[in-house]
């Protein structure tokens, strides 16, 4: 993989004003007696939780505690088997769903070049085709356009993954672990993507394992265990001082040593 380039200290291009135009700009979101169910199980059950419009949350857990559940609850993927999910009041419906971008832990790409990926998704959703190339500088795989998308380092094909969900707009982006077994120059690259759509004025919604990580991005965390949400708090205050033992426990390394009830 070539040299990941200092992603550009700037808005991009007329942004705000297309989400002012369109009316996709990142709401707040809020859970209701939200609950899902799996052949008898409770999977997840938060009776309360608001996220604020902006700004990045990182959402953290021990391995099987809802995490990736409960981002697909919120961008519609699955229905709950109870309760809500209002945005910036409203309940969740398709046209909020479309101001949204999920970006998975392991990148789902089209059968196309690196450039025809975004080309889909800018004429699909009926946006300026000629933004492919901005969009591909910008995640700094101008250079491999026309290279097959799945010819791509597992970095590339993750940066590329990412270019794709920034294409439609999103008012929020959801990333669910983007990047787990990835090398630290690709994990460095995805951070400086994630966090330059931050300052573009991009809700995040960030789950990862790696506490480090979290440190370096998280304005505040929601952290789940168990399908409930054990905590929430500003990055400060949560890594400063966790209030819960299986947040304090996880967050030193020993949750071996914690039996959760």
């Not at 479309?98 to 975004?118: H, Y």
Request: with cysteine.
């Amino acid at each position: 993989m070539g040299s990941v380039q200092a992603l550009p200290d700037m808005p991009m291009p007329d942004r705000m004003a297309r989400n002012e135009a369109t009316g996709t700009r990142a709401c707040r979101i809020e859970l209701r007696a939200l609950a899902y169910d799996v052949a008898g199980t409770r999977l997840i059950d938060v009776p309360a939780l608001t996220l604020r419009p902006t700004g990045t949350t990182v959402v953290m857990g021990p391995n099987g505690a809802g995490k990736s559940l409960l981002l697909r609850l919120m961008h519609g993927l699955i229905p709950p088997s109870a309760g809500e999910i209002l945005v910036g009041g409203k309940p969740l419906s398709p046209e909020q769903c479309k101001a949204q971008a999920l970006v998975f832990q392991k990148p789902v790409l089209l059968r196309r070049s690196v450039a025809a990926n975004i080309d889909f998704v800018l004429k699909a959703r009926g946006k300026d085709r000629s933004r492919c190339r901005d969009l591909l500088d910008r995640v700094d795989l101008g250079s491999l356009a026309d290279r097959p998308a799945r010819r791509l380092s597992g970095g590339e094909q993750q940066r590329l993954a990412i270019a794709r969900a920034l294409a439609t707009d999103p008012g929020t982006l959801f990333l669910d672990e983007p990047t787990a077994s990835l090398d630290p120059e690709s994990v460095q690259a995805i951070e400086g993507i994630v966090t330059a759509a931050a300052r573009d004025g991009v809700r995040i919604i960030f789950v990862t394992h790696d506490v480090q990580q979290a440190r370096r991005l998280a304005e505040d965390v929601v952290f789940l265990s168990n399908g409930r949400v054990a905590e929430e708090a500003s990055a400060d205050d949560f890594f400063n001082g966790p209030e819960t033992d299986v947040a304090r426990a996880y967050l030193s390394g020993h949750l071996d040593r914690l039996v959760e009830t």
